[in-house]
């Protein structure tokens, strides 16, 4: 894990590695009730409600706060979460959210900022792979907000501030057990403010701009669409 982290850090090969040991390290007894969940804090880590904020300081090696998720959210074939976060630019510490997935008992997905890049970034690994995909979308300053989504054929999207930012063929994540919102790189007592997060069990995205008429965009919760006009723009914009 360390050699990875290390490549990470020199070369951008790898970042989700780095992550690879975060269910095995103790919980800290600390934690905070925000967004009606009840998130624990990774041992050495400071985590705390601010304002109606979730705030996380990179205080220890593995800066994160963490939850298992609920067995209906787990169970579920089509899992979504949004969360929102307040990014500081290039350079400064990293905030973004890394899942753990089955069936695999070694296995993660990472969608948002990530040391060493400038870019924002989806990184998804298993026992047999370890992928980072670049999405050109350059890190700014400001509040952010992503979703990841499992299509019912497996096909995981990233979704950057209201548009898919990469579609994943399916990789072998099933469900969705634990969910970390992280702040990692920058210097000891930085923080990542996260201003809110989400979760949603019926993530379906249409394929073919006829799935948009006829009402048929009214069908779609999540994500959703003011009208069929923007529910066929979605498809052109996806290649579809």
């Not at 787990?74 to 089955?102: C, H, K, M, Q, W």
């Not at 979704?159 to 000891?188: C, H, K, N």
């Not at 007592?189 to 948009?212: H, I, L, M, N, W």
Request: one cysteine or more; a negative charge; aromatic letters at 12%.
């Amino acid at each position: 894990m360390l050699g990875s982290w290390r490549r990470l850090c020199l070369t951008g090969v790898s970042v989700l590695s780095a992550f690879v040991m975060l269910s095995s390290v103790a919980l800290a007894a600390s934690s905070v009730t925000w967004e009606g969940i009840n998130w624990g804090a990774l041992s050495g880590t400071d985590i705390n409600e601010i304002a109606g904020n979730l705030v996380v300081t990179n205080s220890g090696d593995w800066p994160a706060a963490h939850y298992n998720t609920s067995d209906s959210f787990r169970n579920t074939s089509t899992p979504s979460l949004t969360f929102t976060v307040i990014d500081a630019g290039p350079g400064t510490v990293t905030g973004g959210a890394y899942v753990e997935y089955e069936p695999y008992p070694w296995a993660g997905l990472f969608c948002t900022a990530a040391p060493g890049y400038d870019n924002y970034v989806i990184n998804w690994w298993n026992e047999d792979d370890d992928v980072v995909i670049d999405t050109g979308i350059r890190r700014s300053a400001g509040a952010h907000t992503f979703e990841i989504g499992r299509r019912a054929d497996g096909t995981v999207d990233c979704w950057i501030d209201g548009r898919i930012a990469a579609s994943v063929p399916a990789f072998g994540m099933q469900s969705i057990t634990d969910v970390y919102l992280i702040a990692w790189g920058g210097e000891p007592g930085d923080t990542v403010t996260y201003t809110a997060y989400a979760e949603g069990e019926s993530y379906r995205v249409p394929t073919t701009k006829d799935e948009c008429k006829k009402g048929g965009w009214q069908t779609f919760s999540d994500p959703s669409f003011a009208n069929q006009g923007a529910c066929v723009s979605f498809v052109a914009k996806s290649g579809r």
